[in-house]
Nanobody, 125 residues
Framework: QVQLVESGGGLVQPGGSLRLSCSASESPSGVTLDYYTIGWFRQAPGKEREGLGCISSRANTTYYADSVKDRFTISRDNVNNRVYLIMNSLKPEDTAVYYC??????????????WGQGTQVTVSS
């Protein structure tokens, strides 16, 4: 069982930036986040969950949704066992709860087994 924890959310003005972090509070002994493909998602009130992007295990290939590919970046920090979602040029419509999730298959699949509790991002002046 992997317990994921998101952090770094908060209130930011339009045009600002945030870096969200996904870490594992618990994981099977010896297993680190680089073993997993990590996806980032968000859900705004009254809307369906939206996939933002993914970073694959091993090769660290990244994929992004068209809606964010020019503004958001996903990266790994294997020293600190974290995956980041770096968000630039934030817009009010980016306001949502942001989640990370883990799976052992590639980014081409949507078989996420482990999910964090989410972190709120609010973009407002």
């Amino acid at each position: 069982q992997v317990q994921l924890v998101e952090s770094g959310g908060g209130l930011v003005q339009p045009g600002g930036s945030l870096r969200l972090s996904c870490s594992a509070s618990e994981s099977p002994s010896g297993v680190t986040l680089d073993y997993y493909t990590i996806g980032w998602f968000r859900q705004a009130p009254g809307k369906e969950r939206e996939g933002l992007g993914c970073i694959s295990s091993r090769a660290n290939t990244t994929y992004y949704a068209d809606s964010v590919k020019d503004r958001f970046t996903i990266s790994r920090d294997n020293v600190n066992n974290r995956v980041y979602l770096i968000m630039n040029s934030l817009k009010p419509e980016d306001t949502a709860v942001y989640y990370c999730a883990a799976q052992i298959t590639s980014c081409l699949h949507d078989l996420y087994t482990y999910w964090g509790q989410g972190t709120q991002v609010t973009v407002s002046s």
